[in-house]
């Protein structure tokens, strides 16, 4: 995820994409320039992914983590493309990032390997993106979270916390006969007797 923001604002700066420029753009070309910082930093992490790599499959792994971390980061609560406002938007839909993202890496790979078929086609990066269904917005999804806590409900938090404020009591009734003694008790009448545990402290 550090790879892709780093490398994205980098491209930003690469390509002239100053405060000015922005400005002064239409928001169709503003998104241009998103795309464009996005293939800078597609094309940034391939490469470092080949340098430091130990092998094809790390490589491999390497450049699936980076486009699975891109992904995670660029989603937002609704995938689909609203045409109506498209031209309005001074960013561009989740989908038509991640579609140049995935061309971006797997052709910068292409020219880095040209022997080797490719790192990530569409398939590949469909079957990658699907770990991800759910992790921002389990209500429109089918999966993970949804299935990660369906067995819970606010009775089981209710047990919770009874058990929690059960195994507190019983803690403080097997406490009780140390006579723990507080400093402070000191200029009583002489008494050995610590405070009662059971009322001295709130559950
Ligand atoms: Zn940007």
Redesign the pocket.
């Known amino acids: 995820m550090a790879y892709y923001t780093i490398g994205?604002?980098l491209?930003?700066h690469v390509h002239g994409?100053t405060a000015t420029a922005i400005k002064t753009r239409s928001p169709l070309e503003r998104q241009a320039?998103?795309i464009e910082?996005?293939g800078y930093s597609a094309c940034l992490s391939v490469r470092e992914a080949l340098r430091n790599s130990r092998g094809p499959e790390d490589e491999r792994i390497k450049i699936q983590c980076f486009f699975l971390a891109a992904a995670l980061y660029l989603e937002c609560d609704e995938r689909t493309i609203d045409w109506r406002s498209f031209h309005l938007e001074d960013?561009p839909p989740y989908s038509i990032r991640i579609e140049y993202l995935q061309g971006e890496i797997q052709e910068t790979f292409r020219q880095l390997r040209p022997q080797d078929p490719g790192v990530l086609d569409q398939d590949s990066a469909g079957e990658l993106l699907k770990s991800l269904d759910g992790v921002w917005n389990p209500i429109n999804s089918s999966t993970k979270i949804l299935y990660e806590t369906d067995t819970l409900s606010p009775s089981t938090h209710i047990e919770y916390n009874q058990n929690l404020h059960k195994a507190r009591l019983r803690l403080r009734q097997e406490l009780q006969p140390t006579h723990l003694k507080r400093t402070d008790d000191r200029s009583n009448s002489g008494e050995t007797e610590a405070r009662n545990p059971l009322n001295s402290c709130s559950p």
Request: hydrophobic share 20%; proline share 0%.
């Open positions: 994205h604002e491209g930003h994409h320039m998103e910082a996005d960013y």
